[in-house]
């Protein structure tokens, strides 16, 4: 792998972590330090250990037809009635809820933000070893040290760049077209039990590609004056005690 240097000003590199430590901190999701942020990526698209294969078959397609599905409903026509009107005004009232659920709003963003510093970070390695950026993978209860190296054949490659995309597209486009179109939806609903079932299945559709919070993959960037990450070398695991 041919290791590419980079001319960014100093600027672009500090507005990164700012703008990352602005969205974690706002959530109260990681601890701000200097110029440290953590972000906990719980989506097969971001963890790079799920083959993309897997993911095709068992997450995007039936994510795709679920979409396509809620899609050509929403635009049947409609029945406007006295029914279709509760509903619709009791599914205004469910859509923040239905946010809540999908964390798409305090979720989706800092981890699309997360990927593309990765791929930034690959693209442009010299600012690992001249800047000194730590990248720590903390997952399944180790935690380890990412390599320059590891780092460009890790998230430099066409595949990454393609979890990117589906991230981006399913979590957050998708997430809000949801949203936005979801009182539409509800209010087509024949009864109250499908109303609820319907809402179930709109967050369905989003929360299928999560993964439990013990495989969820955590990452931490930092400027290497983080002292866990001062005591790893590259590549080197270390068991993480339960918090």
């Known amino acids: 792998v041919q290791l590419q240097s980079s001319r960014i000003p100093d600027k672009t590199f500090d507005r990164m972590f700012s703008m990352g430590r602005w969205f974690m901190c706002r959530r109260r999701r990681c601890w701000c330090r200097a110029k440290d942020y953590q972000v906990t990526a719980n989506s097969v698209y971001s963890d790079p250990h799920v083959p993309l294969s897997s993911i095709a078959l068992k997450v995007l397609t039936p994510q795709v037809i679920g979409m396509i599905m809620y899609i050509s409903f929403i635009f049947k026509p409609w029945r406007y009635n006295a029914r279709s009107r ?68 890790t998230f430099g490659g066409p595949k990454y760049a393609i979890r ?17 179109s979801l009182p539409i939806f509800l209010a087509q609903s024949e009864n109250q039990i499908d109303f609820i079932l319907n809402a179930l299945a709109a967050a369905f559709i989003i929360q299928l590609d999560d993964t439990p919070n013990d495989e969820s993959m955590q990452v931490t960037i930092s400027d290497g004056k983080m002292s866990s990450a001062d005591n790893l070398e590259s590549g080197e695991k270390t068991p993480v005690s339960p918090q």
């Open 86 to 153: 509760r509903f619709g005004i009791f599914a205004i009232f469910f859509t923040p809820v239905f946010v809540q659920t999908c964390e798409f709003t305090i979720d989706s963003i800092p981890t699309v933000q997360l990927l593309l510093f990765l791929r930034f970070l690959a693209a442009n390695p010299d600012f690992v070893d001249e800047r000194g950026v730590v990248v720590t993978v903390d997952q399944a209860g180790e935690q380890a040290r990412l390599s320059t190296r590891e780092i460009v054949n």
């Open 164 to 180: 990117v995309l589906l991230f981006t597209v399913v979590n957050y486009c998708s997430a809000c077209v949801l949203s936005l």
